[in-house]
């Protein structure tokens, strides 16, 4: 099977890893000493630029673009970056603020973490503890302003209209872009531009024994997958592992058959892991994650009226826990004070 090499996530682990030479360490450890990252720049360039090039190609682009399936080289770092840039801002680097980050985490931090039946199950319990305001099966048709001018909206559904202060979206872009056509055609027009990465995972059962997240795969390789997670070691899943393919490099995967797309993943799996695997089942993700390429450049043409607020992951970040932390400070502010 292939070699796998260990992506350092400590001090320790840095100075043991073989994923980079001693001359490409010593010259990711020269970053505090770079320009801060240009926002006309590329992410590409600017991780190049502020870690080198053995860093990038080895680490920092299987990690960062397979986590977006998306080609760094094509991710303006005004748009892909936002976050990284406010870390350099605030520490005066990347490698202090990684570092502070390493030194000052809470041992009490939890592992990431599933659900028995899945990631639906949040949602699902969401909607049974709301169960008595949430309205399912309701798709929203439009918004407009409430014509007596007190600055309400009446959101409405096939199954009628309901008077509102505020409007917070959570849809994907082109959902979003159909509900404020009516009253924000600007912005309308300017969601359907963002573009989204396709993704296909394939989820296969095998003895392989692996403790860890999974890996990542450097695009330099003669491989299609992306990345896999060890769901057996780090869900607790026995056996399970899920093969991601797609992508910004490989959008045509998404058409492929489930018997092509499960014999690429079974095979590349075997040629890496050194063991067998069977597959489970085949998912498609025609708009998986948001692409954060040229596109987003449409961005900064989004502006919704007062009232209306987006909270998705392509106005702020992807994840489960950067969602709820949205939606908590959000909840806090349309509430108000008590």
């Known amino acids: 099977g292939g070699k796998l090499r260990e992506a350092p996530r400590s ?6 890893t073989d994923l980079l030479s001693p001359t ?4 990711l450890l020269a970053e505090p000493l770079t320009d801060p990252i240009d926002p006309e720049e ?3 360039a600017a991780f190049v630029r502020k870690f080198g090039r053995e860093a990038y190609t080895n680490l920092i682009a299987p990690l960062f673009g397979g986590t977006y399936g998306s080609d760094p080289a094509r991710m303006p770092a005004k748009y892909a970056l936002k976050p990284i840039m406010g870390m350099e801002e605030k520490n005066g680097s990347l490698l202090r603020a990684a570092l502070s980050r390493l030194v000052f985490a809470s041992d009490e931090t939890p592992p990431p973490a599933s659900f028995e039946s899945g990631l639906q199950r949040l949602p699902e319990a969401l909607a049974e503890e709301h169960a008595d305001r949430l309205h399912r099966e309701t798709p929203v048709t439009g918004i407009e302003r409430a014509d007596d001018g007190d600055g309400e909206w009446l959101v409405h559904t096939d199954n009628g209209s309901r008077r509102v202060d505020h409007v917070v979206l959570t849809t994907p872009a082109d959902t979003t872009a159909d509900i404020v056509e ?3 055609a600007e ?3 300017a969601l359907r531009e963002f573009n989204y990465n396709p993704l296909v995972m394939v989820h296969l059962e095998s003895p392989a024994r692996a403790d860890g997240f ?3 795969v450097r695009r330099t390789e003669p491989l299609r997958t992306l990345g896999v997670t060890w769901n057996t070691s780090l869900f607790d899943r026995d056996g399970v592992y899920t093969v991601f393919l797609g992508g910004m490099h490989d959008p045509g995967a998404i058409d492929r058959d489930d018997a092509t797309l499960g014999e690429t993943a079974v095979s590349e799996f075997r040629r890496v892991m050194g063991v067998d695997a069977e597959v489970v089942n085949v998912e498609r993700m025609p708009r998986a994650f948001p692409a954060w390429d040229d596109s987003w450049a449409a961005s900064e043409r989004v502006d919704p009226p007062e009232g209306i607020t987006l909270a998705t992951n392509y106005t702020g970040r992807m994840g489960v826990p950067s969602r709820v932390r949205e939606a908590r400070r959000l909840a806090g502010r349309l509430a108000g004070p008590e």
């Not at 490409?24 to 010259?27: C, F, G, I, S």
């Open 11 to 16: 001090l320790s682990a840095f100075r043991r």
């Open 24 to 27: 490409a360490k010593l010259r």
């Open 42 to 44: 590329s992410a590409e």
């Open 182 to 184: 009516g009253v924000d």
């Open 187 to 189: 912005s309308a027009a």
């Open 214 to 216: 999974g890996y990542q």
